[in-house]
Every structure is written in C-alpha cells, then in structure tokens.
C-alpha cells in the first residue's frame, strides 16, 4: 500500500503527517516503526494522523504515534502542526477547532498573524493521575506535594534526583538543573523513562530557570529519545516551576531547537502553549 505524508516540524520536533480523513489507516507498531525510522524509513520524532472525529463537537480526531511506534496520548508541538496541516490541506476553514485525542480534547487556534495557540486543557497533578507511583516517599520537604526525591540507579552506584510529576494526558517527570548543556541528559533520560515507579514510563524533562519568565529546557521523550523540542514537556516544566514558585506565567521556554511560549494561570486552568509549526516536504511511501 502506498501512503501519500508530509513531513513537519515544530522548534525541530519532527513529524510525518497523514491524512487518514477519508478512510481511517491502521498499521502494527513495527510498520510505524519503520516509517518514523531515521534510515530504513522517512524519520520522525512522531507520525500524527488525522482522523474523522467519534465525539460531537470535534472537528478531528487526532492519533500520535512514537517513534518506536508506541501510540501515545499527547504531542503540544504536533497539536500546531496538526493545524497548520489541516488548514493547508484544505480539511477545515475554522481558525478555531476542537480535535478528539486519546485523552480529552484539546484547543488549537490559528492566530490573523499565521502563530498557533493550543489550549492543552488543565494539567493533572495528583501522581496517581500522572500515573507515578509515589507511595512510600516523602516529598521535598513536609507538606510539600510538589516535588519527589527519586533514586535512580546509575551502573553500580545510586543517585537521588528531585522530581516534579505532571500529566498533560502524557506523563512527564521534570527536575532542576544548573546548567542545560551539561545536564546528564542521555545518561539520566532513560532511567528515568523506564523507571519501575512510572508502569506507563515518562518524559523526563531537565530545566534551567534563567529568570522567573524564562527558562532553557531539554527533554528525553518517552519512545524518541532526546528531541529538539517537546511542546507537552514546555508545559510540564513551566506547571512545575510555577508551582515550585520559581517562575511566574507567561514564560518563554528555549529548547535547542527554537522558542515556544506557554502561560498558565494556575490549579484547575488551562495550559497555552504557543509556537512555530513548519511544512519541509511530501512524499508518498510504501508500507
Ligand atoms: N513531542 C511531543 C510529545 C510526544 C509524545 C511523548 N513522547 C510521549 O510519549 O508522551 C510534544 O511536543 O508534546
């Protein structure tokens, strides 16, 4: 079977689009695999495809799949390129729409001057929610629900690093770092992945607050390694650090591969996250 895509990004964070509109496509895990596949396929962080909508009131439906072909719940950079996508492709005149994803329903909105804003719904603190197992371990400090002492075990020694756990219908663990670009990123990333304490794994996101509105942030995604920016993750830091009080919204997140910006008024309240979306090419393949 051949399958018309077009390859996408946001801040650097790549995606195969596919417009499944017309008749929905199911592949198996290794098929989206390969297609996300940096070698023996197109190359991708995520494969979006959009869909025809299940609840009324949604414009679409949209399905996101990691690059090791895992289908996941939330993607905040893929949200814009979705927009940019269907509008390109002529599937919706609306600038506002509501897209049906795995968990809720988010907001995107294309702004008169070609920027995207999603309303990415409220955050989910409660670790249950995330989901974090958090049973037997104190928090930082008493009465504080914020923040976790997590031991990671690094070769034959152990190391203990503060995590705060937020769920943007995606799990995500963050911590605090001095300095970005000698965070323990590759090494640390993955253990926090599949830590045992997170049975659906986790984002692990490392932030540097450079002043109260602006942070540098890098993230080792669940199913794609380290991306060049991850939109859900920009959330979760910006909701940790504000409830940390180490930062005040709105704030702008630098990643390593461009600018987004997220505001959040606080408990309860939706997350905006804004940013670029990109159209590089479009292909067809065979799969
Ligand atoms: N790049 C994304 C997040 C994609 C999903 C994530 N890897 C997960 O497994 O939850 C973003 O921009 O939010």
């Known amino acids: 079977m051949k399958l018309k895509f077009t390859k996408m990004h946001g801040a650097g964070n790549d995606f195969i689009v596919i417009d499944a509109t017309a008749a929905p496509i199911e592949l198996s895990p290794a098929q989206w695999q390969r297609l996300a596949d940096r070698r023996f396929g197109i190359g991708a962080d995520q494969i979006l495809v959009v869909q025809q909508p299940a609840t009324e009131g949604c414009d679409f439906k949209y399905r ?18 979705f927009v940019k996508f269907v509008t390109e492709k002529g599937l919706t005149s609306k600038s506002s729409i509501r897209v049906e994803t795995m968990k809720g329903i988010i907001a995107p909105r294309l702004e008169a001057d070609g920027s995207i804003t999603v309303d990415m719904g409220a955050p989910r603190l409660d670790p249950a929610e995330v989901p974090f197992d958090a049973a037997g371990l104190a928090g930082w400090a008493e009465g504080d629900d914020t923040t976790w002492p997590l031991p990671v075990k690094t070769g034959g020694s152990s190391k203990t690093v503060f995590i705060s756990v937020v769920s943007m219908g995606n799990p995500h663990a963050v911590q605090v770092v001095d300095n970005v670009d000698t965070a323990p990123v590759a090494e640390t990333g993955p253990l926090i992945e599949h830590h045992p304490r997170f049975p659906a794994r986790v984002n692990a996101g490392f932030m540097q607050v450079v002043e109260r509105h602006h942070i540098r942030l890098r993230v080792h995604e669940r199913g794609a390694g380290e991306t060049l920016a991850c939109g859900t993750g920009a959330c979760a830091a910006v909701v940790a650090g504000i409830r940390r009080g180490l930062l005040d919204s709105p704030v702008r997140v630098s990643a390593r591969g461009g600018e987004l910006s997220i505001a959040w008024a606080g408990p309860g309240q939706p997350v905006f996250l804004s940013g670029p979306a990109v159209t590089v090419f479009e292909g067809e393949v065979e799969v």
């Open 64 to 81: 996101i799949f990691n690059n090791d072909g895992s289908e996941v719940e939330q993607c905040g950079n893929g949200a814009r390129a």
